[in-house]
């Protein structure tokens, strides 16, 4: 099993490292690229063709394990990822409206469910429930799943935010996967962290590297969570028959996704309340706030990694101390509104003299490296690879 491993992240991590150059050059003599303006972070126009990359790292780590293993499963959810690719690359070219985007989105999700024979139909005891009706099932894992995507698209404003993310989403979801002994969705979250890594380097460090990932790839991972989260709670999956009595499988999902998605919920309600489309741009997410703190892309990143790191470390120390399924459903949420909806509106309506605000902008000030020892070595490593 570790040769297993080994084999599948070694494979696709060394594939991205590959292909990222070529992929930038193309992007730039192609001019596809994402133009600075009033709602974007960026000042110089940036390739965003990164998705394609990841893609073909996820792609071609598969195939390396395939002699090791059986990821004929695998094939249904890699065609979903191929027609988010071809939908996000797509959308960054020639910006697709966000209702044809969306009704994209609900067909490829409905076929992966109807093709994998897989849906969230099992509540495994939360709120006393087990396996329920497909009827309810299914429309419940399209709604998820298409929520999954948007959150992750919706969380990619800052340099290493959604890469960060799907590495430390993914190596949570390995660790599962490994010991549930699910081995093709093991393969796929290992495969996946292990072709985010070296992208993940060249957007936070590269200078003539950088790369955005781009809806392309947003939409690609939002897919790969979803398949994640369906395989999870599926009636008969190898992770439920695994699990404890008393483990929350279902808290435990929603605090490995918690930021993306609370932080998704808290903007689209505003947007509605402003009478607004709930998908029409602006700068009101939880990395904005951060931003606007004073803090760099890098210190935003770790800062609203660490915070949904908590968010999932809270929920298993709720489980180790013996709380119920519903007990550890209701701490995951009322920390991920805290950490997301209490964070943002409680940090807006403070002075300036507040001492919180004042002491969250002085770790702002210290996350500048960028002009730092380390940093201009790791960029000056990322542009010459």
Known sequence: MLQHILIAF???LFAVMWIHPLVVRIAMEKNIVDNPDARKLQRIPIPVLGGCAVFFGILLGIGFTSAHCDCSSLLITITAMTIMLYTGTMDDILDLSPRLRFMIEIIVVALLVMANSQSINNFYGLWGLEVIPQWVA???TIFAAVGIINAINLIDGVD??????????SVVFAVLFLLAGDVSMMTLAVVTAGSLIPFFFHNVFGKTSKMFIG????????IVFSSYVISTLADGSMVGKFIDSNFGIIPFTLAALSVPVFDTLRVMVA???????PFSPDKTHLHHLFIELGFSHAGTTVSIL???SLIILLHLLSWKLGCSIDVQLYIVI??????TAGFYYGTKAMSDSNIFKR???????ASHIERKGFYLTMQKLMDRI
């Open 10 to 12: 070694f494979a696709s």
């Open 160 to 169: 290493g935010l959604s890469s960060g993310y799907g590495v430390m989403a």
């Open 138 to 140: 299914i429309p419940l």
């Open 334 to 339: 009322g920390a991920s509104l805290l950490g």
């Open 306 to 308: 660490t915070l949904n």
């Open 215 to 222: 809806d392309g790839g947003t939409l690609v991972l939002g």
């Open 359 to 365: 002491m969250m902008k002085a770790i702002g000030r």
């Open 271 to 277: 947007r509605i309340l402003r009478h607004t489309s």
